[in-house]
Nanobody, 118 residues
């Protein structure tokens, strides 16, 4: 089964930057590369929401609240997805997860905590 491991979170002040990474294992590069991948986040007391997606040909899409600040990218050879987060705001505080887009999704990883202090 596919396992997803997120990393790169931390505590930063508002205006700072972080780069998140997600590594997939238990699947082939071919299967990984054809899937649309996404970053999601879940803030305390809120439902998980999608943040950014990237297609197999690297077409990207972002939720309005992060447009111009976040950049999603992928490395199919390494089966990894990244999220560069700039100009972080307090409202970006959440646990961040990656997963494929569309059902059935792979099992969720443990996520990586991002805390932004104002």
């Amino acid at each position: 089964q596919v396992q997803l491991v997120e990393s790169g979170g931390g505590s930063v002040q508002a205006g700072g930057s972080l780069r998140l990474s997600c590594a997939a294992s238990g699947t082939s590069r071919t299967i990984f590369s054809i899937n649309v991948m996404g970053w999601y986040r879940q803030a305390p007391g809120k439902q998980r929401e999608w943040v950014a997606t990237i297609t197999s040909d690297s077409t990207t899409n972002y939720v309005d609240s992060v447009k111009g600040r976040f950049t999603i990218s992928r490395d199919n050879a390494k089966k990894m997805v990244h999220l560069q987060m700039n100009i972080l705001k307090a409202e970006d505080t959440a646990v961040y997860y990656c997963n494929k887009v569309g059902l059935p999704q792979w099992g969720w990883g443990q996520g990586t905590q991002v805390t932004v202090s104002s």
